[in-house]
């Protein structure tokens, strides 16, 4: 079975806390204030998986862990859970990753990739150091030319928050690789929108609206046909500030998938490493909140350590 691909949220979809060349404890303690995030996605109108993420995403470096598992109905049939740990740096409007770790189970299946990157050379060229399933007659090879300056999905879209954040809009491509499938993601800005209020999230009102799409250009199943395998999925992510003095982040996003058709995630907490509940949402939610006869309430989420991954 396919795992959830989002095109690059395939994303933010991501073992964990690895420590590895790049950024250290001393390091990090230096970056911006770290957010602990969760995502509840939504697929046929069930529950069908949840994403928790720390994210410390500083104007020039980033660093971020993720748990994704499916959840519900969904687990009993098809299960499985991914631990993901990305962190790099930007400059000069790139983005630069220094490790990528994933590791999780899907159908009974141990799934583990370990990619680093060569720093300073006149090209990005990423490492594969662990790849598990190994790559097989399944799948064509990827050649090196579409390995050499791509990055991982995670930092993919990272960048793509960060230039939103610098004021530079959505807008652009970015070829990435994951060890076993080479793609390209495009997005663009799409001006503002109104984030409808939601029982699935406490967060609502005027955000930016980015579309983007994503396509394999190397890595293909032999077994695709020509039609799959060049096939674009589309999606539309909506991002604002969650509260004040907080970056611009997805509040919604909307996609399509190989395996369950189109999904939806909400983003339903936001909190501040160290913080007892999230703080309040910001006027935009509260305003929708009032206009639609609802109260902008987040739901306290549960501990820390009941949501994100030990590190190893």
């Known amino acids: 079975m396919r795992r959830l691909c989002l095109l690059g949220l395939g994303a933010f979809l991501v073992p964990l806390c690895l420590p590895g060349p790049g950024l250290g404890a001393e390091a990090a303690a230096g970056m911006a204030p770290q957010l602990d995030l969760t995502y509840a996605i939504y697929a046929a109108g069930l529950h069908t998986a949840d994403l928790t993420a720390r994210l410390t995403l500083a104007p020039d470096q980033y660093r971020v862990r993720m748990h994704f598992a499916t959840t519900g109905l969904y687990a009993i049939f098809a299960g499985g859970h991914t631990d ?16 990528f770790e994933s590791v999780g189970h899907w159908s009974s299946m141990l ?81 503002k929108d109104v984030v409808p209020v939601s029982g699935r999230s406490p967060y609502a009102g005027t955000a930016q609206r980015c579309d983007f799409e994503g396509h394999a250009v190397g890595g293909f199943l032999r077994a695709d046909d020509a039609e799959e395998a060049n096939r674009h999925r589309h999606g539309t992510a909506w991002l604002a500030v969650p509260f004040p003095g907080a970056p611009i982040l997805p509040i919604r996003l909307s996609f399509e998938t190989a395996w369950i058709g189109s999904a939806s995630m909400y983003l339903t907490t936001v909190t501040p490493l160290g913080a007892d509940r999230p703080p309040p949402a910001d006027e935009a939610t509260r305003e929708a909140r009032a206009l639609s006869g609802g109260e902008a309430r987040a739901p306290t989420p549960p501990p820390v350590s009941a949501r994100l991954p030990v590190a190893r």
């Open 84 to 99: 993901t740990e990305v962190e790099g740096r930007f400059a000069k409007g790139q983005v630069q990753p220094l490790r």
């Open 111 to 191: 799934r583990e990739t370990v990619l680093d990157y060569t720093e300073g050379a006149a090209h990005l060229h990423p490492h594969v150091r662990v790849l598990a399933p190994p790559e097989t007659d399944l799948r064509l090879p990827v050649p090196e030319s579409l390995r050499v300056d791509r990055v991982d999905s995670v930092s993919a879209i990272l960048l793509l928050l960060h230039r939103v954040n610098e004021g530079e809009g959505c807008a652009g491509d970015i070829g990435t690789f994951d060890g076993h499938i080479s793609a390209v993601i495009s997005a663009r800005d799409a001006g």
